[in-house]
Structures are given as C-alpha cells and as structure tokens.
C-alpha cells in the first residue's frame, strides 16, 4: 500500500466517523426534544383544553379552607385573576355585571383586602389559592377564563368571560 492510498483510506474512516457522529447527535438531540416536551406539558403557563383541573386549597372570603377542582356534579367557569391585573379588573367588572351560576373567581394571591374581593359580587365565590403546587404549571398568565366540565377537564379557554358563561349555560359538556 502507498503513502498516498494510505492518506486517502485514513481520509475516508475519518469522515465516515464524523458522519456517524454527526447522525448520532441529530437523533440524540430529537429524543431529547421529544422526552423534554412531555416533561413540560403545560410549561406555557396556561391551561389547554383537555387539561385535568388539578384539586387545590383555597381560602373563600369566610376564611374557611375549602377544596376546589377536580370532579364536579356540574359544569363550572372558573377565573384565573391576579390583584393588579388590568385586564383582570375588567373580567371582574363584566361578572359584576352578569353574574352567573357555577362561576368561581380565584385569586393566586392571599386574601387581603384586595380589588377581587371587592369587586366579585356576593353571589360569585371568589377563592384565595392556599396550595399554589397543583396550579404551577398552568397558572401564570392571567386573566384565564376556562370552562371546566363535570369530569374535572377544561372543555374550552374562552377570550371572554360572557363567551364562556354562554357555553356553559347552552352546551353540554364534551367528552374529553
């Protein structure tokens, strides 16, 4: 074998190893993509349709601790609102105007005397959330007006909170 034929053989297993490895990471790379993606389910902050609504503790303006969430005799609207939040207050100010059965506001801080408190008519339970585990992965944005069906699962995330009080009062809830 020559010197030259020597380099070229050489040449070649080295670019085949390069490409290998090359190949190798792309497919490492794409199963780390896909195993983070299904860690982060719902790390957007926000909750989807078809999302479990987690069972959490929460404080109702009697300071009582009470359990909310999770499976239902009814369809329910819950609010998502942060004390402070401009576009909360006017989700506020439209159930002021229309309150409606089987809506819940829920505040993600304590209860002082805040805005929400004020301004959810008396007959809307508003909550203070008292364990913020389950809501993590989902409540960071705010305002989030979600229909919950009986199940426990969000049937729909509505832009307005008279879109979701329509559909909860003319819709069955969907199987999810």
């Known amino acids: 074998m020559t010197e030259r034929t020597f380099r070229i053989l050489a040449y070649i297993i080295v670019l085949a190893v390069v490409i290998s490895l090359a190949i190798s990471n792309v497919m490492l790379r794409r199963r780390l993509d896909v195993a983070l993606r ?18 959490f503790n929460a404080r109702d303006r009697a300071d009582h601790v009470v359990r909310i969430g999770g499976v239902s005799d009814h369809q329910r609207v819950f609010i998502f609102v942060l004390s402070g939040c401009d576009s909360c207050e006017k989700v506020l100010s439209s159930v002021s105007a229309n309150p409606g059965a089987n809506t819940a506001i829920v505040s993600i801080l304590p209860p002082q005397p805040s805005a929400e408190a004020k ?18 992965a989902h409540a960071r944005h705010f305002p989030q007006i979600l229909r919950v069906t009986e199940a ?25």
């Open 119 to 136: 301004k959810a008519p008396p007959s809307v339970p508003i909550y203070f959330v008292e364990d913020f585990g389950p809501l993590r």
């Open 38 to 55: 299904a860690r982060t389910v719902g790390s957007d902050g926000m909750f989807h349709v078809g999302d479990d609504m987690p069972s």
């Open 152 to 176: 426990g699962k969000v049937a729909e995330v509505c832009a307005s909170y008279k879109t979701c009080l329509d559909h909860s009062m003319t819709s069955a809830s969907p199987a999810l």
